[in-house]
């Protein structure tokens, strides 16, 4: 049986920095129209999802403002700035990253949910 590449196949990856998480190109796409983002914790599945918020739904105020992080979002990378949810996740995950370090790990976007998830199971080099 004859099988096509897809763009879609090739693994994203979150690298996890002591102030932020880049997200690889691969999963720009679905930053298309983030204004901000909000991030959630599953300890025991040991995942981190990413929702994109869109600016009409960032502002409409149903909300909390304190759960919307900001994404910066260039040609081959998305960037998520925070120190503090940096901290929470080194907590959650018992990591340590110092200065000039980082942690790679894959990264998928599930599509039902429309969410980006990094599973953080094991360090990829």
Do not use: Q
Request: aromatic share 12%; glycine share 4%; with cysteine.
């Amino acid at each position: 049986m004859l099988e096509f590449f897809e763009l879609d196949d090739i693994n994203g990856y979150a690298s996890i920095y002591d102030s932020h998480i880049t997200l690889n190109k691969t999963l720009l796409k679905y930053f298309k129209d983030a204004y901000r983002v909000r991030v959630g914790i599953d300890r025991d599945s040991k995942k981190i999802y990413i929702y994109t918020v869109n600016k009409d739904y960032a502002l409409s105020g149903e909300l909390k403002e304190s759960s919307l992080l900001s994404v910066s979002i260039s040609k081959t990378y998305a960037r998520i700035c925070s120190r503090p949810l940096i901290d929470y996740i080194c907590k959650i995950f018992g990591l340590e990253i110092g200065k000039k370090e980082f942690k790679r790990y894959n990264a998928s976007y599930e599509a039902e949910k429309k969410v980006i998830i990094i599973d953080m199971e094991g360090v990829v080099d």
